[in-house]
């Protein structure tokens, strides 16, 4: 975007000035200054959308936002209803929140023009959430990203980078009244690198294992081997250690459980890659030991990757890569098969028990 990260506009003569962009530490300083009528929210991380979002939401209620309404602009999204449906809440309802998502972060020409319309008509008495994925350069430079750059409060929301995680975790840690060592959070780290979703999840239930003392490796493993149930870590666990019958088991229970296939499909998906990586660069030459450490494998998971490594080939990958390509497929519908068939298909395969194809079974 043209406009740079923390300027103002002229103050407006019905309210204060708005930044063009805030990083997300601020925006809780933007609204105690006043609800501004028009933001976007955009960032692939759906736990920091989230959170950002009830803060706006709270901040609206506060300033007379009675109503509330949501909208999913997907294929097929009747734009001209929406934009008659707020010209009548300017007219005749009182003054409400409207949420849009448009998850595909491409609105197509009438929603460009809604935006563009949008951007350009001020405050209209309502607040307008607008939440999008993270744009890529040739959408943020589109005609309606730009107008909305202009207009809106435009929240930047960035997840920290791998070396950032740990002090992050160390943040959330202690606004939860916890604090952790360095190997604790390096081991967290490594568990929920890339979910920050999951880390929340572990934060929660770290809250209340180590209520009476500080957080240690120990209180994380317990935190994540959880009797009570199965969780996706312990999956690639025993999946990295080649455990497959183990791996099984602890598959079988997510499912029981209702574990979403995306998440486990995620973790999956993340040993494999990060094991690709690995595989390559021994293939280069590389020791072992300087191939997880190029890799940037999380010291407490060199054990498990040096094991994985061990059994695999450096041609493993492509096939590894294949399965859960076709695992994919399979839970989005564009292959025919059974979803946790096709999950127990990758899980095998990076065991080094392979199954055959999900679609067979």
Not at 87 to 110: I, T
Not at 135 to 149: H, P, V
Not at 179 to 184: H, K, L, N, Q, S
Request: proline share 5%; glycine share 8%.
């Amino acid at each position: 975007m043209a406009a740079a990260a923390g300027r103002t506009r002229p103050r407006s003569p019905d309210g204060p000035p708005r930044e063009v962009r805030i990083p997300a530490d601020r925006l809780a300083a933007q609204l105690a200054r006043g609800v501004a009528p028009l933001y976007v929210l955009s960032c692939d991380e759906p736990l920091l959308v989230d959170e950002a979002l009830a803060t706006i939401r709270q901040q609206a209620r506060a300033a007379g936002c009675d109503e509330r309404e949501s909208h999913m602009a997907e294929r097929g999204f009747d734009w001209e209803a929406l934009g008659a449906g707020m010209k009548n809440l300017s007219l005749f309802s009182s003054r409400r929140l409207v949420e849009l998502r448009l998850p595909g972060g491409k609105p197509g020409d009438a929603g460009a023009r809604f935006l563009t319309a949008l951007a350009a008509a001020g405050d209209t008495g309502n607040v307008f959430v607008l939440l999008l994925p993270g744009l890529d350069a040739a959408t943020s430079r589109s005609k309606w990203a730009t107008a909305l750059a202009e207009a809106a409060v435009w929240v930047e929301l960035r997840p920290p980078r791998r070396e950032q995680l740990p002090a992050w975790l160390r943040q959330r840690l202690r606004a939860a009244g916890l604090e952790a060592d360095e190997a604790a959070l390096d081991l967290l780290a490594s568990l929920v690198e890339g979910n920050l979703l999951a880390a929340k999840q572990e934060i929660d239930k770290l809250t209340l294992l180590a209520a009476a003392g500080p957080v240690t490796p120990a209180v994380v493993r317990e935190s994540v081997a959880d009797g009570a149930r199965f969780d996706v870590f312990q999956l690639s666990e025993a999946a990295l250690a080649g455990d497959a019958a183990r791996a099984a088991r602890v598959l079988a229970g997510l499912r029981r459980e209702g574990e979403p296939e995306v998440l486990v499909l995620w973790a999956l998906v993340r040993d494999i890659l990060q094991l690709a990586d690995v595989l390559v660069r021994i293939r280069q030459g590389r020791s072992v030991d300087q191939a997880l450490q190029d890799a940037g494998i999380w010291r407490s998971r060199s054990g498990a990757f040096s094991q994985a490594a061990a059994r695999h080939r450096g041609s493993d990958a492509g096939r590894l890569l294949g399965s859960a390509a076709r695992a994919d497929q399979v839970l989005k519908g564009a292959r025919p098969g059974n979803a946790w068939t096709a999950l127990l298909e990758v899980t095998m395969a990076l065991c080094g028990a392979p199954l055959p194809l999900a679609e067979t079974a």
